[in-house]
């Protein structure tokens, strides 16, 4: 049997997209209301609690007002955020982690497609002490980039921002 086309299995996962903020996934009432929406993407390849994943995240995010939430597929989780500040916020504080592992979030522009965001990347800051002046080079930097990929699946705070927006 043939795998379906990207783009057609995005349509069929999103064609009945509907955002909840209960847990017993009732419909959002008020489709009035603004929203500002971020996609979540937990780089894990365990299946993650999508509750866990949301009380969690908003609480570290300091939310609060009641954020619907939907998820598209195992481990990615779009929030509706209630403000733009919120989610500037979030996006600057980027990357976090929940339970030792990265999440890549951007935002969800209404002028953006689903399959148009890109969520196989994310832009991170190192800040890298006490290597010599002769080393400083894009050679060093790789390798440490690259040393520290491998230290990530190592034991890390459950959900931690960069401190140096």
């Not at 929406?37 to 999508?50: A, G, M």
């Not at 800040?127 to 080393?135: D, E, T």
């Amino acid at each position: 049997m043939a795998e379906a086309d990207p783009v057609h299995y995005l349509i069929d996962k999103t064609h009945n997209l509907e955002f909840s903020d209960d847990e017993n996934n009732q419909t959002e009432e008020n489709n009035n209301e603004t929203h500002y929406p971020i996609i979540t993407k937990i780089l894990s390849e365990k299946p993650l609690n999508h509750n866990a994943i949301k009380t969690t995240l908003t609480k570290a995010w300091g939310l609060q007002h009641k954020t619907p939430t939907n998820v598209l597929e195992q481990n990615t989780v779009v929030f509706l955020l209630a403000s733009e500040q919120d989610r500037r916020r979030i996006l600057r504080q980027s990357p976090w982690s929940f339970r030792g592992h990265l999440i890549v979030t951007k935002p969800w522009l209404p002028e953006d497609a689903l399959e148009d965001v890109d969520l196989s990347s994310f832009q991170i800051w190192v800040q890298a002490i006490g290597i010599p002046v002769m080393f400083i080079n894009r050679e060093t930097a790789k390798t440490i980039v690259w040393k520290k990929h491998r230290e990530t699946h190592e034991s890390s705070p459950e959900v931690k921002p960069n401190r140096n927006p």
